[in-house]
């Protein structure tokens, strides 16, 4: 049984450019949630998608966007990328958003480095 | 959702039981107590939660107080794999689709 799997494991980008980063939930799951961590810190939310909508959002510019697909796979997207931008970005999946006892499930992130 | 003080960081030795402390003194009725922990460069993993009563799978124990503003994480056979930070989240219902607000953690070392 696959978990949370996220590619690439590692991006290295300039500023100013756009990046994307993409997320295949665990079997079974049909929401997906992104995180971002800076070093040293813990995860803070970005976004949450179900149904192919975003259904929650943390406190992130709209630079930061992303889609969601039939499959329930997930695609986070980062525009005018800024050096504060580099950090480990973690995709979560869960089951539902409703009152699901399930937690949700870590992929190990994709991290990206702004130069 | 409420607030979580940890310490910054223990030592437990290999083969003792590691106890991670939490205080939510804010917390509300229907808020779950959840721990996370997160091995370098891994992303982070489900350990264990609950609501009220003390807890236990194959993981950890998880035991809330009785007024349910502090709990502790037991991993009751620490081992050099269970160096980690460990995060304690306060949440409400078990809802999977809630957000997860993460606090600093606890940096759990285990010494051999």
């Known amino acids: 049984d696959a978990g949370v799997t996220q590619s690439p494991t590692h991006l290295i980008k300039t500023r100013g450019q756009q990046v994307t980063l993409r997320c295949s939930p665990k079997?079974?799951?049909?929401?997906v949630s992104w995180y971002q961590q800076a070093l040293g810190q813990g995860p803070q939310f970005i976004f949450q998608?179900?149904?192919?909508?975003?259904?929650q959002r943390g406190n992130f510019p709209d630079r930061f966007s992303g889609h969601q697909y039939p499959n329930y796979s997930s695609e986070l997207n980062v525009n005018a990328l800024l050096l504060g931008d580099s950090a480990l970005y973690l995709c979560?999946?869960?089951f539902g958003t409703g009152d699901s006892n399930q937690p949700q499930h870590f992929g190990d992130g994709t991290r990206l480095s702004i130069l | 959702d409420a607030k979580t003080t940890q310490p910054t960081s223990m030592d437990c030795a290999e083969g003792r039981a590691a106890n991670l402390p939490c205080n939510h003194s804010?917390?509300?009725?229907?808020?779950?107590v959840y721990w996370y922990r997160q091995i370098h460069s891994q992303g982070p993993q489900y350990i264990i939660h609950?609501?009220?009563n003390n807890e236990t799978n194959e993981m950890a124990s998880l035991i809330i107080t009785e007024d349910r503003k502090s709990s502790t994480l037991i991993l009751p056979h620490a081992t050099l794999r269970d160096t980690a930070v460990y995060y304690c989240?306060?949440?409400?219902?078990?809802?999977?689709?809630?957000?997860?607000?993460f606090g600093s953690g606890t940096q759990l070392t285990v010494l051999p």
């Open positions: 979560a999946s869960s």
């Open positions: 079997s079974g799951h049909d929401t």
């Open positions: 998608y179900y149904e192919e909508e975003e259904r």
């Open positions: 804010t917390i509300s009725g229907n808020e779950y």
């Open positions: 609950g609501l009220k």
């Open positions: 989240i306060v949440r409400v219902a078990p809802g999977s689709a809630r957000q997860l607000t």
